[in-house]
């Protein structure tokens, strides 16, 4: 007995003083963090006051009420822009898109397309063609290019993909374009109405006043 109380003293000491180890971590925690939080803020009124700016380090969020959060995510996105053109099996198409220099200084690039190939990944009957290779821009100008494709042996109903490649020096940058050849039954159907329609006339307020001249 005397040694089963004992055991449980034992194990009531080890349990107190873990206890007191973890509310000694997290009170040093805190501390830390709120020493860190006055550093950054007497930083930031000390960036103000010499007219440097808002202060603000990588973990810290601009907008919202997270004050330690990680950097947001932000890539350079896969396709810069997307083209969907609908059209029927049998007709030759012209798409254009343009390209417009945003930058600061004058730039050229070099324009080419990939392998247009259906959604299971078989090639296409025929490959579209640009009319241009590269662009010369100055800043803040835009050129249009035109993408021609014959549909003449395309069947209706499949769906094709190409990723039109602009670059510069090292990075290409896509334009995606999605090609829907259309069936008969997407078609705009016209609806032709009953020529006895076009002989009725309906009666209005107006037709019962005449204006006689003086």
Known sequence: MENKASNQRLQQSITDNMQKLADLSIATLK?????????????????????????????????????????????????????????????RIIVPFAIKNTCGAAKRYRVGIRELKSLDGSQAPAQPVLNKKDVSLQPGETQEVEMTLDLANFSAGNTYAAEIVVREKEINQNICFTLIVDGNKNVPVALPLDEKKYHLRWQSWQSHFYCEGK
């Open 31 to 91: 501390s830390s963090v709120e020493n860190v939080s006055t550093n950054v803020s007497e930083l930031g009124k000390m960036a103000g006051n010499l007219g440097i700016g808002p202060f603000k380090l990588p973990f810290m969020k601009t907008g919202g009420s997270c004050n330690c959060c990680p950097p947001e995510h932000d890539c350079p996105p896969h396709c810069i822009l997307e083209l969907v053109r609908h059209a029927v099996a049998g007709e």
